[in-house]
């Protein structure tokens, strides 16, 4: 049974009630269950996930010791007063991240989501340099085309004309281009492209003026564009420029984090420590909303009180959750306890020579642990809607990836065996060859 026939089948006939996160279309799928890497829709099609949901459920649909962990926090204390205190998970769940974190991080505040990650971090920024007396250092810089969430600040963050429909960002913002658009839009070899994009941050700084520049906010890899890979060479070169002007450093982990590029962060990946990590998405596992910002000792002692505990407000009602903690503290353990960074090593050994193949010239393939994206050759009438296309394609024949313009991305979950991941390819070299043909 084709997805368009599940769909028209199973559908409800009054949509009218219901607000898509993407607009509806016969290729949008009516969820039913999940067991291991699989989803099921209300037809019984099932679906290899190949995104992880999005990036999200690292450890599958069916994990047990998550479960476990809500289930029991669940009978003991489903929430508590925020205004007045909070929760044992959540202070496991802190402790957890900051070990799991580079040395330099020593604290850790709660929050539901990436974009409210990413505002705690653009707040902390101006705190920050207020406390230090310096209330002018407001701006933030981020890069073109990359994506730093939903909410208005976050995504004034995200440098893409799709988003300027909401009208005028917040003010503050300044885009700067990323190296991948050096090579791309004007034929910049790679690596004078990663020391000119260096640059030209350095030159934006002094441009704006030194004393007004709070903050640079970058993805070490940047999904829209296909998963673009920095270079430790680029970061470390943005580190000694923030150092340099007093400009605070975060990256944007809300897809790298947890493992996904064969260390716990991309910072540890890359060894470039930030003054602030915002992380989210694969950090509960996907059972429950959860992210943090992740704070340098520099960053936190703003936030101290004589007594040495940090406070930062104003905050969100179910930030902290006592659910969302358990289930966090209990992916982390999992994390330690199934030698994950091992597996991530193995499985990504394994995917990678294989997607190579698949590919098989059709586009250039870009691979750091468990994250990969495919830069496509344009093809006849698809042209810059390739990726969507093959995207589409895949998803008829039961594979869940993402493609938008020229690219497309995959990121396997953690337990993905090695039957499944042949299986993933299989399915995307068809849809390759039926895309794209015999363009190689």
Not at 28 to 42: C, E, H, M, P, Y
Not at 218 to 242: D, F, K, N, Q, W
Not at 294 to 306: C, D, H, N, Y
Not at 309 to 318: D, E, G, I, M, R
Request: aromatic fraction near 8%; hydrophobic fraction near 40%; charged fraction near 20%.
């Amino acid at each position: 049974m084709s997805p368009d026939t599940a769909a028209s089948a199973t559908w409800p006939a009054d949509l009218s009630a219901y607000c898509f996160e993407v607009p509806y279309s016969s290729d949008t799928v009516l969820f039913d269950s999940a067991k291991g890497i699989r989803l099921f829709d209300t037809a019984g099609r099932q679906y290899l996930d190949g995104l992880s949901g999005v990036f999200v459920t690292c450890f599958g649909y069916d994990c047990q010791p998550i479960i476990d962990a809500i289930k029991n926090q669940l009978r003991v204390l489903p929430f508590n007063p925020p205004l007045h205190g909070t929760n044992r998970p959540a202070l496991e769940l802190a402790r957890a991240l900051v070990d799991l974190a580079p040395a330099s991080i020593t604290a850790a505040k709660l929050v539901n989501g990436g974009s409210e990650s990413i505002e705690a971090a653009m707040r902390l920024a101006r705190l920050y340099h207020r406390t230090h007396g310096n209330p002018g250092k407001v701006k933030i810089l981020s890069h073109y085309h990359g994506y730093h969430g939903s909410t208005f600040g976050s995504l004034s963050l995200t440098g893409r004309p799709d988003v300027t429909r909401f009208g005028p960002g917040v003010p503050g913002i300044v885009h700067v281009w990323p190296p991948d658009c050096l090579e791309e839009f004007w034929g910049v070899d790679a690596e004078i492209a990663q020391n000119l994009a260096a640059s030209m941050i350095e030159r934006t700084i002094q441009a704006e003026g030194p004393d007004s520049v709070a903050a640079v906010i970058v993805e070490p890899v940047i999904h829209l564009r296909g998963m673009a890979v920095s270079t430790t060479a680029y970061l470390s070169r943005l580190r000694e420029i923030c150092d340099r002007y007093g400009v605070l450093l975060v990256f944007d982990e809300i897809v790298t984090g947890f493992g996904r590029t064969g260390q716990p962060f991309a910072a540890q990946t890359f060894d470039v420590s930030p003054d602030m990590l915002c992380v989210g998405k694969g950090i509960s596992g996907g059972y429950s909303p959860l992210a943090a910002v992740l704070m340098s000792q520099k960053v936190a002692e703003i936030l101290g009180t004589s007594g040495g505990q940090l406070s930062f407000a104003p905050s969100h009602t179910y930030a902290a959750n006592p659910i969302a903690s358990a289930a966090g503290a209990a992916a982390v353990r999992l994390f330690h306890e199934g030698s994950f960074l091992t597996r991530i090593q193995s499985l990504s050994e394994y995917l990678e020579p294989r997607l190579r193949s698949t590919i098989a010239g059709r586009g250039d393939l870009r691979a750091i642990g468990l994250l990969y994206g495919v830069k496509l050759a344009e093809s006849g009438a698809h042209g810059r809607g390739i990726g969507a296309a093959v995207a589409r394609a895949c998803l008829k024949r039961g594979l869940v990836i993402r493609g938008q313009d020229d690219w497309i991305v995959m990121a396997p979950a953690f337990v993905t065996s090695k039957t499944e991941a042949d299986e993933m390819l299989d399915i995307l070299g068809d849809a390759l060859d039926a895309v794209c043909g015999g363009c190689q």
